[in-house]
């Protein structure tokens, strides 16, 4: 590595900065004079000299004020009789609004583009006074070839290497402030072991024999969402899976459990779920992928965004084979008719200092709060900026490129209440050009981060959004009591809630929303207890009273307008031990338990049910709230029940009228309809679309903790 020039070279100057671009401030160890002052010049490092006058003068500090815009990219010097300092460049600088003017790049060729003639390098590091490339065909070594870059518009410094490059890695080396920092390409699409390096290479070798077109079209408004991780659903250990915690593990076929039923990828089809959505499968930094059997993590530990997870692959060696066997995973699940939905994790870094963010463009990417200190209302330490154009551009780009490259149908954003709403609307825009039906969902919290609420992609700001979903968490509390105090009761309980926030959820929330599909309701995910283990938790009862308040969640969820979501496992009443936040637990707490699934294959067969019941008929699913106000009726029930009925919808599906009752309460409820011949497809045993049995509309009884649903042709 080279020397950097030292930014002191006497001993009279502390410390020059330039905290904005027309504003240094110079630090002094001692009292400096007025003929000293009167000395002072600044000159480039190509002799040019910049025009200046004295702003305020402080025992040992200046404020200069610069006649003309500093130009980022050139070294420059205070000079104080025979002391010299090189002017360093304030983080503060590249946080103002004329930064972000003056240096917005709105190319798309940043990073790393593969020819087999030849490869560009684009890098964008405006405050950077040199960029190298550190180039080796030798993943582990330290032996580079140095190609300087060349500084071009708006601070992207570039170079094309000549010839076949395929297979070589790379890093870049900036030098900033006197100092130089090693990073790699934040847009580094291929990796070694661990992000040790990026790689270059071909994305069409990476690419499945076929990407397949769905047999079975499904809209945002059919969509069924189910959440896994990859390696909780293939790591057991009698699943017959061979390809245990591997993206591959979802493209074998046929697999049986040891109790002989169907598992992995034909499970999940014969659920009837439209989209399987996956915790994060970009490069994460909480596993060591070389050896990935003795940690495990969620991945939520964002470091590298535009490559694969290594952890998940075969070989995380080599660059390529993560990128393949992730894009035949897709490939095959597209192939059996479900759509994939991937977790991004836009509003933090796993480690902010060590980041190639912070190591590129030193103060830019991250929000800071009034006391000067990093923002953090992810609670991990640092929250992106997402507000500022490069890092929105960044934004952007990832989810086109994750949507283009590997054909994903859909992105639902950790945190997304700390991410920017100018952001969301231009992530949707493209998106939406690019895939009409893809379906974008978000965690709408409002955190505490240093940006005003109004702005950003909150719960609340939900109408000014109307291209995302949100996860609506009123709904999920008044069925199961708040997911933060355990003890906490709901509906399913029999407690007193607020009946108008249940009702809104079967609604779709037309409060909060633009129309229903913005509606994401759940009743678990992967993080929180699981509803099992709440259950547990909350009341003192029987496991067999606590198995009918789980299928009255879960048939609330699925026979609502919006969109359903089910973690994985839910169908049989997963359990992770009490453990309510388990991103780093082993994978004895976190494995998809097949034994489990086999013990509760009854709850299984009435989930699947449930879920064979919205898709048969469109009037679950209505499209706007206007559809849905002139179809629905609410009936009159007593304490601790819901029921409504969908009239004449057979415009929708094959059933005139729906009713649907929810009885939480320990009683049986007696309920009288019109005369006519009814056919009862869910009740406490069962759901199906064979009709269980038939009645004349005269008299129906439902039992206690139960769901029933009723339809005439």
């Given at each position: 590595?080279d020397?950097?020039?030292?930014?002191?070279?006497?001993t009279i100057l502390?410390?020059?900065?330039?905290?904005?671009f027309?504003t240094?401030?110079?630090?002094f160890?001692?009292?400096?004079?007025?003929?000293d002052i009167?000395?002072l010049?600044?000159?480039?490092?190509?002799h040019?000299q910049l025009s200046?006058?004295?702003?305020?003068?402080?025992?040992?500090?200046l404020?200069l004020?610069?006649?003309?815009?500093?130009?980022?990219?050139?070294?420059?010097?205070?000079q104080?009789?025979?002391?010299?300092?090189?002017?360093?460049?304030s983080p503060?600088?590249?946080?103002?609004?004329?930064?972000?003017?003056?240096?917005?790049y709105?190319g798309?060729?940043?990073g790393?583009h593969?020819?087999k003639?030849?490869?560009?390098?684009?890098?964008?590091?405006?405050?950077?006074?040199?960029?190298?490339l550190?180039?080796?065909?030798d993943?582990?070594g330290?032996?580079?070839?140095?190609i300087p870059?060349?500084?071009?518009?708006?601070?992207?410094?570039?170079t094309t290497?000549e010839?076949?490059?395929?297979l070589?890695?790379?890093?870049?080396?900036?030098l900033?402030n006197?100092?130089?920092?090693?990073?790699?390409?934040?847009?580094?699409?291929?990796?070694?072991v661990?992000?040790?390096?990026?790689?270059?290479g071909?994305?069409r070798?990476?690419d499945?024999?076929?990407?397949?077109?769905?047999?079975?079209?499904?809209?945002?408004?059919?969509?069924?969402i189910?959440e896994?991780?990859i390696?909780?659903f293939?790591?057991?250990?009698?699943?017959?899976?061979?390809?245990?915690?591997?993206y591959?593990g979802?493209?074998?076929k046929?697999?049986?459990?040891?109790?002989g039923?169907?598992?992995?990828?034909?499970?999940?089809?014969?659920?009837?779920?439209t989209?399987?959505?996956?915790?994060p499968?970009?490069?994460?930094?909480?596993?060591?992928?070389?050896?990935w059997?003795k940690?495990?993590?969620?991945?939520?530990?964002?470091v590298?965004?535009?490559a694969p997870e290594?952890?998940?692959?075969?070989?995380?060696y080599?660059?390529?084979?993560r990128?393949?066997?992730?894009?035949?995973?897709?490939?095959?699940?597209h192939?059996?008719n479900l759509k994939?939905?991937?977790d991004?994790?836009?509003?933090?870094?796993?480690?902010?200092?060590?980041?190639?963010f912070?190591?590129?463009?030193?103060?830019?990417?991250?929000?800071?709060?009034?006391?000067?200190q990093l923002?953090?209302?992810?609670g991990v330490?640092n929250?992106?900026?997402?507000?500022?154009?490069?890092?929105?551009k960044?934004i952007v780009?990832?989810v086109?490129?994750w949507?283009?490259?590997?054909?994903v149908?859909g992105?639902?954003f950790d945190?997304?209440?700390?991410?920017?709403?100018?952001?969301?609307?231009q992530?949707?825009?493209?998106?939406?050009?690019r895939?009409?039906?893809?379906?974008?969902?978000?965690?709408?919290?409002?955190l505490a981060?240093?940006?005003?609420?109004?702005?950003?992609?909150?719960?609340s700001q939900a109408?000014?959004?109307?291209?995302?979903?949100?996860?609506?968490?009123?709904?999920?509390d008044?069925?199961k009591?708040?997911t933060?105090?355990?003890?906490?009761?709901?509906?399913i309980?029999?407690?007193?809630i607020?009946?108008q926030?249940?009702?809104?959820?079967?609604?779709?929330?037309?409060?909060?929303?633009h129309?229903?599909?913005?509606?994401?309701?759940?009743?678990?995910a992967?993080?929180n207890h699981?509803?099992?283990?709440k259950?547990?938790r909350?009341?003192?009862?029987?496991?067999?009273?606590?198995m009918?308040?789980?299928?009255?969640?879960?048939?609330l969820?699925?026979?609502?307008?919006?969109i359903p979501?089910?973690h994985?496992?839910?169908e049989?009443?997963?359990t992770?031990?009490?453990?309510?936040?388990?991103?780093?637990?082993?994978?004895f707490?976190?494995?998809?338990?097949?034994?489990?699934?086999?013990?509760?294959?009854g709850?299984?067969?009435?989930?699947?049910?449930l879920?064979?019941?919205r898709?048969?008929?469109g009037a679950?699913?209505?499209p706007?709230y206007k559809?849905?106000?002139e179809h629905?009726?609410w009936?009159?029930t007593?304490?601790g029940?819901?029921?409504?009925?969908?009239?004449?919808?057979?415009?929708?599906?094959?059933w005139?009228?729906?009713i649907v009752?929810?009885n939480?309460?320990m009683?049986?409820?007696?309920f009288?309809?019109?005369?006519?011949?009814?056919?009862?497809?869910?009740?406490?045993?069962?759901?199906?679309l064979i009709p269980?049995?038939?009645?004349?509309?005269?008299?129906?009884e439902?039992n206690?903790?139960?769901t029933?649903?009723?339809v005439k042709l």
């Open positions: 590595m020397q950097a020039k030292p930014l002191i070279s006497q502390k410390n020059v900065q330039l905290i904005d027309f240094i401030e110079a630090e160890k001692k009292n400096i004079e007025m003929e009167n000395s010049h600044i000159k480039s490092d190509t040019q200046f006058f004295i702003e305020s003068i402080g025992a040992n500090r404020i004020k610069l006649e003309e815009p500093y130009i980022l990219g050139q070294i420059s010097y205070l104080l009789n025979e002391d010299k300092a090189v002017i360093g460049i503060t600088l590249v946080r103002t609004e004329l930064f972000d003017q003056l240096y917005y709105p798309d060729d940043l790393v593969y020819h003639e030849k490869t560009s390098v684009a890098v964008w590091a405006p405050t950077a006074n040199e960029v190298k550190l180039l080796t065909n993943w582990n330290d032996k580079n070839q140095i870059l060349i500084r071009t518009e708006k601070g992207v410094w570039r290497l010839g076949d490059f395929e070589f890695f790379y890093q870049l080396e900036v900033i006197g100092e130089w920092r090693k990073a790699n390409d934040p847009y580094a699409k291929m990796l070694t661990n992000g040790q390096k990026a790689m270059i071909d994305l070798k990476t499945p024999n076929d990407w397949p077109v769905y047999s079975l079209p499904v809209t945002n408004q059919d969509a069924i189910y896994l991780h390696r909780d293939t790591i057991g250990r009698n699943n017959g899976i061979v390809a245990k915690g591997k591959e979802l493209t074998e046929n697999t049986v459990t040891i109790q039923i169907r598992s992995g990828l034909d499970y999940l089809k014969q659920l009837g779920i989209h399987v959505e996956f915790l499968v970009n490069d994460f930094g909480s596993v060591d992928e070389a050896n059997q940690q495990y993590n969620w991945g939520y530990d964002p590298h965004y535009f290594g952890s998940y692959a075969t070989d995380p080599h660059g390529y084979t990128l393949s066997e992730l894009k035949e995973m897709i490939a095959t699940l192939q059996n994939v939905i991937l991004v994790v836009f509003n933090h870094v796993y480690i902010q200092e060590q980041s190639d912070e190591q590129l463009v030193p103060g830019y990417y991250f929000r800071i709060s009034p006391n000067g923002s953090n209302g992810t330490g929250d992106l900026a997402t507000e500022r154009k490069m890092v929105r960044f780009d990832c086109t490129y949507l283009e490259e590997y054909d149908d992105f639902r945190l997304m209440g700390i991410i920017d709403i100018e952001t969301m609307k992530v949707a825009c493209q998106v939406r050009k895939k009409p039906n893809a379906l974008l969902l978000g965690e709408g919290w409002d981060t240093a940006y005003p609420v109004e702005k950003r992609a909150t719960l109408k000014q959004i109307p291209d995302l979903a949100f996860f609506e968490d009123n709904f999920r008044v069925i009591g708040s933060f105090a355990i003890t906490a009761q709901g509906f309980h029999g407690a007193q607020d009946m926030l249940l009702m809104s959820g079967v609604l779709g929330n037309p409060e909060l929303f129309s229903p599909q913005q509606a994401i309701h759940y009743v678990e992967h993080d699981t509803l099992w283990d259950l547990e909350s009341t003192k009862e029987d496991n067999s009273i606590r009918k308040r789980h299928r009255l969640a879960s048939a969820v699925l026979l609502s307008q919006g979501f089910l994985a496992g839910q049989f009443f997963r992770k031990y009490g453990d309510e936040n388990s991103y780093n637990a082993d994978d707490i976190n494995q998809f338990d097949w034994e489990r699934c086999y013990e509760y294959r709850n299984v067969e009435f989930v699947k049910g879920i064979a019941v898709k048969a008929h679950f699913r209505l706007t559809q849905i106000f629905i009726k009936l009159k007593s304490e029940c819901l029921a409504f009925m969908l009239k004449e919808v057979e415009q929708y599906g094959e005139k009228d729906i009752i929810f939480a309460s009683h049986k409820k007696q009288s309809f019109d005369y006519g011949n009814w056919q009862v497809v869910v009740d406490e045993q069962a759901a199906s269980l049995y038939t009645f004349n509309g005269e008299s129906l439902v206690p903790l139960s029933v649903v009723c």
